[in-house]
């Protein structure tokens, strides 16, 4: 007879586990095509122009 943690554990955590983590892949891709990748602030004084630059 199988214990009772073990039915838990592989019949229902487990494939929940699985479902959680695929969940949280999708929405991942899913954020990342709606709002593109995380673009770092402008700096001060990048929109000046220096002398030698055009």
């Known amino acids: 007879k199988v214990p ?3 039915f838990i554990w ?3 955590l487990k494939p929940l586990s699985l ?3 695929g ?3 999708g929405g991942s891709l ?3 095509i709606l709002h593109g990748p995380k ?3 402008p ?3 990048d929109d000046v122009k220096t ?3 055009e």
């Open 51 to 53: 002398e030698g630059r």
């Open 39 to 41: 673009r770092p602030d």
């Open 10 to 12: 592989k019949d229902l």
């Open 19 to 21: 479902l959680g983590a």
């Open 4 to 6: 009772l943690s073990v």
């Open 43 to 45: 700096e001060p004084g």
């Open 30 to 32: 899913l954020h990342y």
């Open 23 to 25: 969940g949280v892949i």
